[in-house]
């Protein structure tokens, strides 16, 4: 806190006295006050941690075997759950453009699900999914798939066509592995 207060205090001074307020003597005057209220300020001490070895390494020889504690210790940690993701062949749509020209968007999806029970739907009605993106980048056109906003909006369309679809929401989120537009 003391640390913070020198520092507004060092700001305004040098504010001040570039700025031509004439600040300085009342940064003086909070500097002298500070001081004599709270005393010299003085960087808080860092304390530091070293790592503790593993148990297994500061028992003695021959009591205790030396990997096998840690590998156990390993195996306690709670694992993050698997994300159930479903790779999506890679898509190509003629996109409608602003000019006469002709461009084509290529897209290759991860499909992630609610649950990994979910992925005997996506297996099943590949086809359907794949006509659902289709359908849903000829709707979005050029234009709005060549920057961020539209491409986020994009990827809200495609979960919400792929749920419906499915006729299930199964669908969290989709991914983009590959995109790109010619």
């Known amino acids: 806190m003391r640390l913070f ?5 060092l700001l305004g001074l040098v504010a001040g006295v570039a700025g031509g307020f004439g600040l300085l003597s009342e940064a003086q005057k909070l500097s002298a006050y500070l001081e004599e209220s709270f005393g010299p300020s003085e960087p808080a001490p860092i304390e530091v941690v070293e790592d503790q070895p593993p148990a297994a390494e500061h028992a003695p020889a021959g009591e205790g ?26 898509v190509y749509v003629n996109l409608v453009g602003d000019e006469d020209a002709d461009h084509l968007l290529g897209i290759k999806l991860e499909i992630e ?41 994009f990827k809200e369309t495609l979960v ?16 983009f592995a590959s995109f790109y537009v010619q």
Do not use: M, W
Request: charge should be negative; charged fraction near 25%; aromatic fraction near 4%.
């Open 65 to 90: 075997e030396t990997g096998d504690a840690h590998a156990k210790a390993q195996d306690a940690r709670p694992k993050a759950p698997a994300i159930p993701l479903v790779p999506l062949d890679e």
């Open 113 to 153: 699900l609610f649950e990994d029970a979910d992925r005997i739907l996506i297996e099943r009605g590949s086809a359907g999914v794949k006509n659902a993106v289709i359908e849903a980048a000829r709707e979005q056109g050029l234009s709005s798939l060549v920057n961020t906003a539209g491409k986020l909006y």
């Open 160 to 175: 919400s066509r792929i749920n419906a679809f499915l006729n299930a929401p199964a669908v969290r989120d989709v991914h």
């Open 5 to 9: 207060l020198r520092l507004l205090v």
